[in-house]
């Protein structure tokens, strides 16, 4: 990176970045003929959310935009992914080989989640053209034109590499998901910890053009860890949906499926105990406090370098 980056010009620019795309994709979502855009306009509500609670202290905000203020909608698009990907897991369930009685008494099950889905995409087309929410993409689009920063946000963003990354990694080894024993009686804090894994990779995917490949190593280890911790909830939740519309016991009415999806529910936990083993072990924990304390390691700019 050439010159001195402002911490307020940095976060501004990636600020524009995930807006651009928020608005890019939302004539995707509401045709909603590909789950694409909608993952990916969820993705980008995280990873703009991410982004205020690093770089909040160096802007100047118009009042109410907040992580907590795109929460909501946040919330919105993720009801509708989640039953996108359920409604995939059992779709893929059914398209391997069952018996016919196993199948018969699933159908009804898809219908349920495809009624569900239906009615939380309405919910989600209401949101996104409620007065709320353009107000607030108005809102940031004019401070975009004119954007107001801090004191913090016109030091130098590299200076501050450490205080960018602590409000996404700090705490993370300590949480009881980390050392579950069980799957599904600790499934409340795998799931929390899922978020806050994914929060920490959206964290520094942020922070990459100020800290180059040095971080690579770890969004990808993140990455691994949501998709397991995801692959195993997917499953629960798939448990869960089917148990609510069976009678009787789940492993009795379809003892194929049951056996199916605990066969891979092991799978996902016994990689899962691998991955935070590695994690919390002496090296492990010593490696995240390195990658925390770890700034800018580079050339520094002349002291004439313009600010931009």
């Known amino acids: 990176m ?11 620019g990636l600020l524009a970045e995930h807006l651009k795309a928020i608005v890019s994709l939302q004539s995707g979502v509401l045709k909603d003929q ?20 690093q770089f909040g202290p160096a802007l100047r905000l ?9 929460a909501k909608t946040g919330r919105r698009l993720g009801l509708v992914r989640d039953l996108d990907v ?29 009624r569900s889905r239906k009615l939380a995409f309405a919910e989600l087309v209401e949101e996104l053209r409620s007065r709320r929410y353009l107000r607030l993409l108005a809102k940031l689009q004019a401070w975009l034109r004119q954007p107001a920063w801090t004191a913090l946000g016109e030091e130098d963003a590299r200076d501050w ?25 600790d499934r409340a804090c795998l799931h929390d910890l899922r978020k806050k894994i994914k929060r920490a990779r959206y964290g520094l ?5 100020l800290a180059g490949d040095s971080l ?11 998709e ?14 089917i148990e609510e519309q069976l009678v009787g016991d789940f492993a009795q009415a379809l003892p194929e499926l049951n056996l199916r999806l605990q066969q891979q529910k092991s799978l996902l936990w016994q990689q899962w105990q691998g991955q935070a083993s590695l994690m919390v072990s002496e090296s492990g924990r010593s490696e995240l406090h390195g990658l925390l304390s770890r700034g800018w390691i580079g050339p520094k700019p002349p002291p004439n370098s313009a600010n931009t």
């Open 2 to 12: 050439a010159g001195v980056t402002s911490a307020g010009a940095y976060a501004t």
């Open 216 to 226: 690579g190593t770890w969004m990808e280890r993140f990455k691994a860890q949501q």
């Open 62 to 70: 118009p009042e109410r935009v907040t992580e907590q203020t795109l």
């Open 161 to 185: 590499l450490v205080e960018w990354k602590t409000p996404v990694l700090a705490g993370l080894l300590s949480q009881p998901g980390w050392r579950a024993s069980d799957p599904d009686r």
């Open 86 to 114: 359920l409604s995939g897991q059992l779709q893929h369930q059914l398209g391997l080989p069952l018996p016919a009685e196993e199948l018969s008494r699933l159908k009804p099950v898809l219908k349920t989640l495809v």
């Open 34 to 53: 590909d789950p694409e855009p909608l993952h990916q306009l969820r993705v980008r509500f995280r990873r703009l959310g991410t982004l205020l609670l």
């Open 228 to 241: 397991t911790l995801g692959g195993l909830n997917d499953l629960q939740v798939l448990e869960q949906a």
């Open 205 to 209: 995917a942020n922070l990459k053009e």
